[in-house]
């Protein structure tokens, strides 16, 4: 069964083919962030009107690029939500254009769904259950995955996702959009005890999260510096403050997986490439005797390539969509 899946929730318009859930025949990806870079953030409407531009010759390129007709097409898959409402919109409705052009099936997918399937593309091995710690710019959640479509939220972020948290101690210190990656390189050698951040706990919530104080106290720190006019190492900051982001989700992780009773854990989502993450789960796995499943970096940021491997599941659990699906701005990754 070959998918032509398309993501465009954020500031990534993607198109992919996948064939039979776990075959990449194809991965296209427009990135619109250079674009955003200069307002510090993903301006909405801009990543709208990008989307609007970009969808039709992607959607052409990865035919070209997977070597087949519309024809060879039998299922339509896009992110219908969580996202930036307009950005979501340009999907959805190019995709029931393609879908009724095309006379095939129309697969509605969770884009946290679509992030967590990363790691089937990855690993052709893994299957449910396992516990996923999902961390991108939008999301912080840790899931039990049941089933391929059988999902249970066991913890969440009560404020900020962990990738925005990033983003904002990354423009403070004006080191650009997205902040993730080059906060990360920033604290390779660095001092990861030298800025004590707290590690927040939320009260009788043991698996929920919280990022706002540590994002304050970060933010609060440069700004501190800056007017008594005292140097801060930057890779001591970045390494104390992955330190702090990092402890706060691997314990949490570990004890889902504990209280499942499962013994594979996997991570997804932008902040899945996270070298200070991975490797404290790496420790934290081999230590509990879990097998740790890691997305492919080039698949832990946006893509279509996910949509179009979650959506060969959804199909196999019947859930496919008419032409009045709508886009969500917020959706429960529990009901679909
Ligand atoms: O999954 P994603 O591409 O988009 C959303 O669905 O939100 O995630 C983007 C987020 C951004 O916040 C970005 O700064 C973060 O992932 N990110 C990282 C790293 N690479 C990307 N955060 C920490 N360390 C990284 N290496």
């Excluded at 959506?311 to 709508?326: F, I, K, P, R, V």
């Amino acid at each position: 069964m070959n998918i032509l899946a398309f993501e465009s929730s954020c500031d990534e318009t993607a198109a992919a083919v996948v064939r039979d859930g776990r075959t990449v025949l194809c991965d296209c990806i427009a990135s619109q962030a250079d674009m955003h870079t200069i307002y510090g953030g993903v301006v909405p409407e801009i990543a709208s009107r990008k989307h609007v531009e970009a969808i039709v010759g992607l959607a052409e390129e990865a035919l070209r690029r997977a070597a087949l007709t519309r024809t060879d097409i039998d299922a339509v898959a896009v992110t219908y939500g969580p996202g930036l409402i307009g950005a979501v919109l340009v999907g959805v409705n190019f995709a029931k254009s393609v879908a009724y052009g095309l006379n095939v099936p129309l697969i509605p997918v969770h884009h946290v769904r679509g992030h967590i399937s990363a790691n089937y593309l990855t690993h052709p091995d893994l299957e449910p259950p396992f516990v996923c710690l999902c961390v991108s710019g939008g999301t912080t959640l840790i899931v039990d995955v049941r089933g391929y479509t059988d999902m249970r939220v066991l913890g969440g972020t009560r404020d900020d996702a962990a990738g925005e948290c990033f983003d904002k101690v990354a423009r403070v210190l004006g080191i650009g959009y997205p902040g993730g990656a080059p906060l990360d390189r920033l604290a390779q050698g660095g001092d990861d005890t030298r800025y004590p951040f707290p590690r927040v706990r939320v009260h009788d919530a043991p698996l929920d999260l919280s990022f706002s104080g540590l994002k304050t106290a970060a933010v609060n720190l440069i700004h501190n510096a800056g007017q008594k006019g005292e140097t801060l190492s930057l890779p001591d900051l970045a390494a104390s403050f992955s330190a702090a982001v990092s402890e706060m989700l691997v314990p949490r992780t570990m004890e889902a997986v504990r209280l499942c009773g499962y013994r594979k854990v996997a991570v997804a989502g932008g902040v899945a490439a996270n070298s200070r993450i991975r490797g404290d789960l790496e420790l934290a796995c081999a230590r509990a005797g879990c097998t740790l499943y890691l997305p492919a970096l080039s698949l832990c940021g946006d893509n279509g390539a996910m949509i179009g491997c979650q959506g060969y599941y959804e199909y196999q659990s019947g859930h496919t969509a008419g032409m009045e699906l709508n886009a969500y701005a917020n959706l429960d990754i529990q009901g679909g």
